[in-house]
């Protein structure tokens, strides 16, 4: 092999994933409908969605746990689905641990590497267990260990080869709050310098967004919107997507007509209308559902005086409750749209009004969500 070709070699990456059109039923009943993603190599990815919307079908299935009914799993261009899961070559971590009880944590760690006591092996093994806070532990025997540790270990396990794609489930469940914010921001540092393909199952919102290059909304057996965590905050496509990343106040109401190039909504059962921007193609007399995100209102003491700003919308209101929740407080106030809870506030921001204070909320118009009623977050 000449020098040129060894180098192009090198630099293809592995683990390039399609999954195309999945189903999946058990019995009657369908857990994945059609799951489609594309992802690229070295990119993590995390499944997130309601209880019972089809992650762990989808993870058992690339993993080669269960039988898709139909759809395709490739990966680096060869398709998965009549392989069996000892002959995928990936890296896994699932709910349960599943340690070697006789192996200490040291043996545990390595028994997957290729280059097992090798110079280049142990240090890979040292590495994985410092990224857990687990060095100190290797001579012990998982009996030893308590729950929490013992999926630490099994997470090292995981890091320490290098699969063609990785499949995380929950591997950060068991650990204290602290810990696991920790390790996560090490584990999306460790998985850029590696660049080792990864899916990742978790039921914590703001893990997937801290450790993702995507995130990948499922919602009935489907996979609803894939994207960057940002886009998916700002740009959700669909209620549920809206409403499941991120806090919203949701409004529900009729389209009323068009002012100045935007549409309103008439307030179920309240006085007030809601001006938003023409987007999705809700026509007037259509029911929707109006999403505002607490931190994109403020709220301000006292009647409003000075005039709102181009683009803005403001009710009057009156303070419900104002709660301290550490870095910030949340304002609940009751207004002519309905009860809503604010984030933003003028002036001090740790400042706390008492209940009965009157005031107003305002907030760019444009930062107002509307989809078609009938797709209702669950
Ligand atoms: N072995 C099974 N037999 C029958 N139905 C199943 C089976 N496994 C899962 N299901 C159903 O398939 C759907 C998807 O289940 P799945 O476990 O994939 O959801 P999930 O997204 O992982 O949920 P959770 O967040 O609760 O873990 C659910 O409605 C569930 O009840
Ligand atoms: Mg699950």
């Known amino acids: 092999m000449d020098g040129k070709a060894t180098i192009e070699t090198a630099n293809i990456k592995p683990g390039g994933v399609r999954i195309a059109g999945l189903r999946k039923s058990y019995g009657p009943?369908?857990?994945?409908?059609?799951?489609?993603?594309?992802?690229a190599p070295g990119e993590l990815v995390s499944l997130l969605g309601p209880s019972g919307c089809g992650k762990t079908t989808l993870l058992r299935c690339?993993?080669?746990?269960i039988q898709p009914d139909s759809g395709d799993i490739v990966?680096?261009?060869?398709?998965?689905?009549?392989?069996?899961?000892?002959k995928r070559n990936l890296g896994m971590v699932f709910q349960s641990y599943a340690l070697f009880p006789h192996l200490t944590v040291q043996k545990n760690v390595e028994f997957g590497l290729k280059d097992r006591g090798s110079t280049t092996g142990d240090r890979r093994v040292r590495e994985a267990l410092e990224l857990v806070r687990m060095a100190s532990y290797a001579a012990h025997y998982p009996r030893q260990l308590s729950g929490g540790q013992q999926q630490r270990v099994a997470l090292a396990r995981a890091l320490a080869t290098s699969p063609r794609l990785r499949l995380l489930y929950e591997p950060l469940a068991a650990l204290d709050a602290k810990l696991r914010e920790s390790v996560q921001v090490?584990?999306?540092?460790?998985?850029?310098?590696?660049?080792?393909?990864?899916?990742?199952?978790?039921?914590?919102?703001?893990?997937?967004?801290?450790?993702?290059?995507?995130?990948?909304?499922?919602h009935n057996g489907r996979i609803e919107q894939c994207a960057a965590p940002e886009e998916l905050y700002r740009r959700p496509l669909s209620a549920a997507v809206a409403a499941f990343v991120g806090q919203v106040n949701q409004i529900s109401g009729i389209i009323v007509g068009d002012a100045s190039g935007g549409i309103r909504l008439s307030v179920d059962g309240k006085p007030g209308?809601?001006?938003?921007?023409?987007?999705?193609?809700?026509?007037?007399?259509?029911?929707?559902?109006?999403?505002?995100?607490?931190?994109?209102?403020?709220?301000?003491?006292?009647q409003a005086s000075a005039p709102l700003g181009?683009?803005?919308?403001?009710?009057?209101?009156?303070?419900?409750?104002?709660?301290?929740?550490g870095e910030r407080r949340l304002l609940y106030v009751e207004s002519e749209?309905?009860?809503?809870?604010?984030?933003?506030?003028?002036g001090d921001p740790l400042l706390k009004y008492d209940a009965g204070a009157v005031g107003s909320v305002s907030w760019n118009v444009t930062d107002l969500m509307v989809f078609p009623a009938s797709n209702p977050p669950s």
């Open 186 to 218: 090490e584990l999306r540092q460790l998985q850029r310098q590696l660049g080792i393909t990864t899916i990742f199952v978790t039921h914590d919102q703001r893990e997937a967004m801290t450790i993702s290059d995507r995130v990948a909304m499922m």
């Open 75 to 86: 990966v680096d261009g060869q398709s998965l689905v009549s392989l069996p899961a000892y």
């Open 29 to 39: 009943h369908v857990a994945l409908t059609d799951a489609s993603i594309d992802i």
């Open 310 to 325: 181009e683009g803005r919308q403001s009710v009057n209101v009156s303070v419900l409750d104002d709660v301290f929740i």
């Open 273 to 302: 209308e809601l001006a938003a921007p023409r987007s999705n193609n809700i026509p007037t007399g259509a029911a929707a559902l109006a999403m505002l995100r607490p931190e994109h209102m403020t709220f301000t003491l006292g």
């Open 62 to 65: 690339i993993a080669g746990l």
């Open 337 to 346: 749209i309905g009860q809503l809870v604010v984030g933003g506030r003028t």
